[in-house]
């Protein structure tokens, strides 16, 4: 009863063939299996209970790709009966169809107004509107990051006080109370109560929901409807619920209330995970749904090679631990070093585009390729991809959570609309014109398009504009090829026929199809251009919705206030086209915790800036703190640098074994002296490396 070309163990054969009924909580680290037994079972109840309906409970919908796509090779497979989904799209349709029932008693000031429900960027441009007056008046005197940044982390905050359960007033203080530091910094929590006091009252003034907001609605008014009960557990009589340790404590309150109501359930829990904590994922809260099951079950085999497998463990053993030590053939075997260490970071990442580069001569396929960073700025992945791209290998890159202007294809579209529209505010930046105009056209370098900006880029207020072609200077045209003039003049005027009031999406859509893809620009036979244009399209389209129509007067208003949101660094929320990360013969450039949390498995990894504190160390949160704000934090107590040391090793311990179970054959290192900032690098991770390599060649020697 398997799918083709997989083969269960005799452990999953007996988790298949367990009855239909009752619940079942599977744990296992991860690579043992879990969700292809989840797979078989979901077979199985699809052919003899074809009548009733399934629920995949996942925490992002993109971890279910691979779930989904070996369902669809079931014959049985009906997607009328099984739906993949999240919680929070749960909440999020359970709030809107209750909504008549709910909005005169959530405290909302227009309970008969249809919501308007927020997207991570429109949160953050409504939370704009509260902090920047704030700003303005001295708040947030003491941080020292991007305003993007400011207002997605007080989002955080919010955010928190709904996932684990705090009224919304109780930020200050229980971010104060753990803070052990400079005074200064108790300023700056009462700003973010601030931010986030006004932030509340404003969304109940306009009837908007964001994502706090519709937490605390399902958990404390939809779902305590009984009609609401009644409605859900009658559309489902059997749950799968994968990643369960990514989720938040609210999610583990929801399931281990409803698990009775069905007839069958399987709650899968990968040990030692949690990868997104920052988000509010809560592993000891959803170890909790253990008691709630009828049976639990542990996985143990591995599917990795035997030296992956060794390596897992010698990472992971504990003084006085008496498993055999890892042999030096079985590490050279995992863990590939380069020849000779670079010692600048750009020679690093020659050297990994090489060992990349012999991999797939050798037969690998690209897309079981990962090259994986602890952090991945844009300047470093375009620079990896310049790499690969020199020697012939195809590569994808995703970063999640940044901001949507640091995508170049979105910079490049943001601006040509700016050049289409001379009356926005503001104009652009020259050096972005120069770069665009090089981008847009296919076979005009950069010096050149720096020409064309100069001498016929004018930036006289309403007056700016591209010049014809035919007003350039002599020795311009003797500078340019006649096919790059010809080029720029349809570009040109594409551009200067533009209608002001139509809505940014059907112009993106128009400048993509009609100029951008056709031979000789940029876009053509591109097909990352083709999702990053998508994604802006459907990043306007959310904001338009989100907007009060009183609120501007025209489309062209509308236009230009989300184009001056998108160079304002909002960031950007998450798009499943853009986390579809099956082997598309691309080999994939990401964080390791994005790795992590896409449950993708790939025959090799490379590893870069080893020595980077950056593999163990918490990214920098002024504004709130994922810990403390945290159900776990036992209220009062101290967040001390002996606490952050403690966790630093945790998160190592996790990610190394995150990783390793996700690697089938070897893990490359790329290692270079000095790091991308210039710094010499020597973080735990080295070390930890550095120290088996010895105990290995001490131990080859004793043999």
């Known amino acids: ?414 601006t040509l609309a700016q050049l289409a529209h001379p009356s926005w505010t503001p104009t652009p930046d020259p050096a972005r014109i120069t770069s665009v105009l090089s981008a847009s056209i296919t076979g005009l370098d950069l010096v050149r398009a720096q020409l064309i900006r100069s001498e016929l880029c004018m930036t006289s207020g309403k007056d700016f504009a591209l010049l014809p072609f035919s007003a350039a200077s002599e020795q311009l045209r003797g500078r340019i090829p006649d096919d790059t003039a010809e080029r720029y003049e349809s570009l040109r005027l594409w551009l200067q026929k533009a209608v002001p009031d139509e809505p940014l999406d059907l112009f993106l859509s128009r400048l993509f199809g009609e100029i951008l893809t056709h031979e000789g620009f940029g876009f053509y036979q591109n097909t990352s251009a083709a999702q990053s244009t998508a994604v802006l399209m459907e990043s306007f389209r959310k904001f338009r919705l989100a907007l009060d129509p009183a609120e501007l007067e025209s489309p062209d208003q509308v236009n230009q206030e989300f184009t001056r949101n998108i160079l304002d660094g909002i960031i950007s929320a998450q798009y499943l086209r853009d986390w579809d990360l099956y082997d598309d013969g691309r080999v994939l450039i990401t964080p390791a915790l994005t790795f992590l949390s896409s449950g993708r498995t790939v025959d090799y990894q490379v590893w870069l800036s080893v020595g980077s504190a950056g593999w163990y160390e918490r990214l920098e949160q002024p504004l709130t703190q994922p810990y403390v704000l945290s159900r776990e934090w036992e209220p009062g107590a101290k967040w001390t640098s002996e606490a952050e040391r403690r966790v630093s090793l945790e998160l190592l311990d996790s990610v190394l074994e995150g990783l390793l179970s996700r690697c089938s054959k070897a893990v490359i290192l790329g290692l270079s002296e000095y790091g991308q900032s210039g710094q010499e690098e020597k973080g735990l991770l080295l070390m930890k490396i550095q120290g088996l390599l010895r105990q290995a060649a001490k131990d080859a020697v004793n043999d």
């Open 1 to 414: 009863m398997g799918f083709p070309g997989m083969k269960l163990t005799p452990e999953q054969e007996q988790l298949v063939a367990l009855p239909l009924e009752g619940s079942i909580f599977l744990r296992g680290t991860a690579g043992t299996g879990k969700t292809t037994a989840a797979l078989y079972r979901i077979r199985r109840i699809l052919t003899e209970r074809p009548n009733e309906n399934l629920l995949i409970l996942l925490p992002q919908r993109v971890m279910g790709s691979s779930l989904k796509r070996g369902l669809e090779e079931s014959e049985a497979y009906n997607p009328a009966r099984v739906t993949p989904t999240t919680m929070n799209s749960i909440a999020r349709r359970m709030v809107g169809l209750f909504w008549p029932m709910i909005g005169s008693g959530a405290g909302f000031a227009r309970p008969y107004a249809p919501p308007q429900f927020l997207t991570l960027e429109t949160a953050q441009y409504y939370m704009g509107k509260i902090v920047n007056p704030m700003l303005d008046s001295g708040a947030f005197r003491s941080v020292s990051i991007p305003k993007h940044r400011l207002f997605s982390q007080i989002l955080d905050s919010v955010n928190k006080s709904a996932l684990i359960g705090f009224p919304i007033e109780e930020i200050y203080t229980r971010l104060s109370s753990a803070w052990t530091g400079s005074p200064a910094q108790l300023n700056v929590y009462q700003d973010v109560q601030t931010a986030a006091s006004r932030f509340r009252e404003f969304c109940l003034e306009n009837t908007l929901l964001d994502y706090s907001l519709q937490v605390e609605l399902f958990r404390h008014f939809v779902w305590e409807e009984a009609l609401c009960q009644r409605f859900l557990k009658g559309s489902y009589q059997h749950l799968f619920y994968d990643n369960s340790e990514e989720d938040p404590p609210y999610v583990h309150d929801i399931i281990a209330e409803w698990l009775p109501g069905f007839k069958s359930a399987m709650v899968i829990y990968d040990d030692n995970a949690g990868y997104r904590r920052i988000l509010g994922a809560d592993p000891a809260s959803a170890l909790r749904l253990k008691e709630n099951a009828h049976q639990s079950i542990t996985f143990r085999s591995q599917f990795t090679e035997l030296p992956m497998q060794a390596l897992k463990r010698a990472f992971h053993k504990k003084p006085g631990n008496k498993q055999p030590l890892l042999k030096q053939a079985e590490l050279m075997q995992a863990i590939q070093l380069p020849e000779k260490p670079a010692r600048f970071f750009p020679e690093m990442l020659r050297q990994t585009a090489q060992v990349v580069n012999n991999l797939v001569r050798k037969g690998s396929p690209p897309g079981q390729i990962a090259v994986l960073a602890p952090y991945l700025s844009s300047a470093m992945g375009f620079a990896v991809q310049q790499e690969l791209s020199a020697v012939g290998i195809p590569s994808r890159l995703l970063r999640p959570s940044i901001p949507l202007l640091e995508n170049p294809v979105i910079q490049q579209l943001t």
